[in-house]
């Protein structure tokens, strides 16, 4: 396996809307880079809170667990955690892997980021896992860049692809909650 470059990426992974990895002052980066994309993170956010006294379960999860928020930047509590999405689209080749890391400018803030793979064949935008692990309260903010996703070319061809096998978050629509075939877990997804 190897890591695409920047022109790979262009040519072969269907990226919407896509960004030239341009100097952008006073933003955190997005766009194109050397070997991945910086994606930025959309207005909607699914900030979780302990109001409700709710516990999270990934086969009975309640929408309680969470308030929705829509803005041009969101605070998450100290030691707490988000859900959002990615405004690009993403249509990985069958030959392609991508995985995604966090971005140093909120790593050194204490603010991780975690993404599972991107399967090959996967479409969609990326449901972004956020934790802040300070005591502060921490700030992000919409339309800037949040994570980079690096793609890697296999050597072959899959057998079986995340569109062959039908896989659950396969063009998910919205901001999408763990889902778990045969419990109610889709209960609150938009």
Same mark, same amino acid.
């Given at each position: ?7 790979? !990426? ?11 990895g ?22 909607h956010?699914?900030?979780?809170t302990?109001v409700?006294?709710?516990t ?8 309680k ?10 605070l998450i509590?100290p030691?707490?955690? $988000?859900?959002?999405e ?10 392609i892997? $991508?995985v995604c890391l %966090?971005?140093?400018?909120?790593a ?18 990326v449901? !972004?896992e !956020? ?8 700030k992000?903010?919409?339309g800037?860049? !949040? ?6 070319k ?11 096998k039908?896989?659950k978050?396969?063009?998910q629509? %919205?901001?999408t ?6 419990s ?5 997804n938009?």
């Open positions: 396996m190897g890591v695409l470059p920047d022109w790979m !990426i262009e040519r072969d992974v269907k990226i919407t809307p896509f960004a030239t341009q100097h952008r002052p006073g933003v955190i980066s997005y766009g194109v880079t050397s070997y991945g994309y910086d994606v930025r993170v959309d207005r956010f699914k900030v979780f302990n409700w006294g709710s999270v379960d990934p086969k009975h999860f309640d929408p667990s969470f308030v929705d928020v829509e803005a041009d930047f969101v509590p030691n707490s955690f $988000a859900l959002a990615t405004v690009e689209y993403f249509e990985i080749p069958r030959d892997l $991508a %966090g971005k140093s400018t909120y050194r803030c204490g603010i991780i980021v975690n993404v599972t793979p991107l399967e090959p064949e996967w479409r969609g935008r449901t !972004i !956020i934790s802040n692990t300070t005591p502060l309260p921490a992000l903010y919409s800037e860049g !949040i994570a980079q996703i690096l793609f890697l296999a050597e072959e061809v899959c057998k079986t692809s995340y569109a062959d039908k896989g978050y396969q063009d629509t %919205g901001l909650l763990p889902i778990v075939h045969g109610d877990s889709r209960r609150g938009n």
